[in-house]
């Protein structure tokens, strides 16, 4: 009987440490997605200035093939 008691409580510890293991990856993975959409964010602006910078260029460059 004593080792079906030692088995339950091994087993109990064991789901609480899953448990506690679960819980700090779901905090780690929220900061990893915040800082992930944060690095987007700022890509898609560096991206734009890039391509806004580069229209004009990109549109005289248009003009000249078509007119030749």
Known sequence: MADLVW????LQDAVNELRNQVCDLQWELGGVRSRMLREIRRLRRALLVLLVEDWPAGNDDADNNNNN
């Open 7 to 10: 088995d339950v409580a091994f």
